[in-house]
């Protein structure tokens, strides 16, 4: 274990009907005055934007609304929340809505005490010291937003999408979570949801840090239980306690909680923002792509947490040295996306004719010359990387 | 899963000289003049309080001293702390030690801004809404009260030991962890800690709420964990690693992951609690002899959850059914407690004659006629559960 610091003060209500504590949340924060923050109708038509607002109101709490958060959220929304905010002398944000929707909000509570640009902290030009308080109804587990200190934001100007990780100011002060909330997210959704949380914890878990058992057995339970709970949700989208345990998984996926004591590596997620970028495609299914296409290469470069990966997780029980044993847990792992339905390919993803060179051109021109925690990769490495994901 | 409300907002700086920070950490939560309570000498010989006034000086504050704190705390200096704290114009507290400098210093935070005695909070006649902030230098893994809403404390004139569990006003605002704090504990003090967080565990783990997957898997690789470095310390009290590992696990077995979504237990350290008071046993001795003790009972009157732990945890794969299975679990406990060096019986404990009887009528008296969250218990089973001890 590495020295660390690790502070996750979210307040996590959970369960049936949680997203009717809005107001009450609001209210013990001393907020008077909010704005709303959701994506398109689909939370208006199914009745939770009215339910949300019913609590604001039994809280004698005002708000105006910022509609419209598109995935892959944007600065041109974040900037025209921070006016509304700064107009209406608002002093707290609450997020209904996924990764896109809390990370807009988090950008705007901190860009509203601000002086400059809300956009010097994404390009760390400055370091963020105040921002308001930043509610969450989640209705799409996957991004871990509501209790991660992270928010991706692209700036469309540069067309740059940045990750701004703090320790503190971008927590979500609570996060209201309602299982039955994700009953009606569409299979393709949950799927990619899935792959994502998963990928959080990989980033995580696939260290340089050596002996850190408590944290990677804490790892490994949250990955075991998805691999038990998602086929579940899959087959029946309203199975509460399935969707529960996704839930409650993709939380503990990205709070922190599963990388306490050690360094990390997040280039699966790099590497899947230049596919992302260049063909537009779902962020949980680009991961299902790359993640193990990069698990594959480590297998053959630096195969001993792949290995244990594959004993502990998926209870590979097989002869052969650690390669083997990496490749055949990421058979496994492959094998349990697919049944999700995801893809495990480019070609599957949609992409026919994907310009590797562009990607590995553009990741390290965002990232730098050599990348990764857990293992270093210039170009070649990471253009044999994108070339297993044909 | 059970709906539930969690909030752990504890700042955990752990690590390499983490009581140095000491100062900067009461600095940020703006006190200017704290309480420090420490044990024993041990803490003065070490150094360790000279390093920890240096850190305070360092940063300005100012402090008095209330020392001395005894293992399972009292009312006494509770009171001696409140008034303290009233007539210096205290406006925070420094813990250094473990769970029972800790449960002081917490029972004096609330005390302070009350009007009444403080007492009340543990008798249930008032409810805690105020307390000044308390930050802890750990120097024992085991009572997690360091990340815990918890104080547990005996009143001296009715001699009743109350555990007082709260969301949120008991919990440190900070705490320090250096593992390198707890090289000079003692072998069987070191074990006495790992029997009292692997009950920590176990107290939510034996759980009469169904599918909670991902709180299970949590718990179970936190116990996996403590059941590979728990032998490592023992063999070298100097190993770093393995000494970071066991403070890790000890506060997350305690801080309230091991136990989202899900109702608890706590029949052992009910259990337990009369064992220390007629005979004045250590509690985490105490806990290696019941709580085995306790989960035989179980194997054959609910045997599913045993049997999940000893597949889980201690990889039993045995034919049999869950009766069988959980008790070669409880038997690979066993197994393991008494390779720390801990006794697995009343006369081990150095209890020649227990007063069963006495006991299971305090037991009930205090807690009540039925008692337990995972099976329910009543006189004749908590009799049959304390005479598996002999």
Not at 90 to 103: E, F, N, Q, R, T
Not at 143 to 150: D, F, I, K, V
Not at 276 to 283: F, K, R
Request: glycine share 10%; proline share 5%; charged share 20%.
């Amino acid at each position: 274990m590495i020295d660390f610091t690790y502070c996750a003060p979210t307040r996590y209500r959970f369960g049936h009907g949680a997203e009717n504590h809005a107001g009450d949340e609001l209210s013990a924060l001393g907020c008077k005055k909010v704005l709303l923050v959701y994506g398109h109708s689909s939370a208006e038509r199914s009745g939770l934007i009215d339910r949300v607002e019913a609590s604001l109101k039994a809280a004698s709490i005002q708000w105006h609304i910022l509609k419209g958060i598109d995935p892959n959220p944007t600065d041109g929304p974040v900037r025209e929340g921070i006016e509304i905010c700064r107009r209406e002398g608002i002093d707290g944000l609450l997020a209904v809505g996924g990764g896109s929707v809390i990370d807009t909000a988090k950008a705007i509570a901190a860009g509203v005490p601000y002086q400059g640009d809300f956009w010097d902290f994404w390009a760390g030009k400055a370091v963020i010291n105040a921002a308001l308080p930043v509610g969450v109804v989640l209705t799409i587990p996957a991004a871990g937003s509501e209790g991660s200190g992270n928010s991706v934001i692209t700036n469309t100007a540069t067309n740059a999408k940045i990750s701004l990780r703090t320790d503190f100011w971008l927590r979500p002060k609570f996060a209201l979570l309602d299982p039955e909330l994700t009953f009606s997210l569409p299979p393709f959704q949950t799927a990619c949801g899935i792959a994502d949380m998963m990928a959080h914890i990989y980033e995580r878990y696939f260290s340089p840090t050596t002996q850190v058992e408590v944290t990677d057995r804490v790892a490994e339970g949250v990955l075991r239980a998805i691999v038990e709970e998602g086929p579940k949700v899959m087959a029946d989208p309203t199975d509460y306690q399935a969707r529960a345990n996704i839930m409650w998984a993709g939380t503990l996926a990205h709070n922190g909680v599963c990388g306490c004591g050690r360094a990390e590596d997040w280039t699966s997620h790099a590497m899947e923002h230049e596919v992302s970028a260049l063909y537009g495609v779902a962020h949980g299914a680009g991961l299902a792509v790359v993640m193990p296409a990069w698990m594959t290469f480590m297998a053959h470069h630096a195969p001993a947490k792949g290995a244990q990966m594959a004993r502990r997780v998926f209870g590979v029980d097989i002869a052969g040295d650690d390669t083997a044993v990496a490749l055949e847990g990421i058979a496994r792992l492959r094998a349990f996306l697919k049944s999700l339905g995801l893809p495990l390919t480019f070609a599957e993803l949609g992409i026919a004719n994907p310009d590797i060179p562009a990607m590995v051109e553009a990741l390290h021109r965002n990232k730098g010359e050599e990348i990764g925690g857990y293992y270093r990769l210039r170009a070649p490495q990471t253009e044999e990387i994108y070339r297993l994901c044909l």
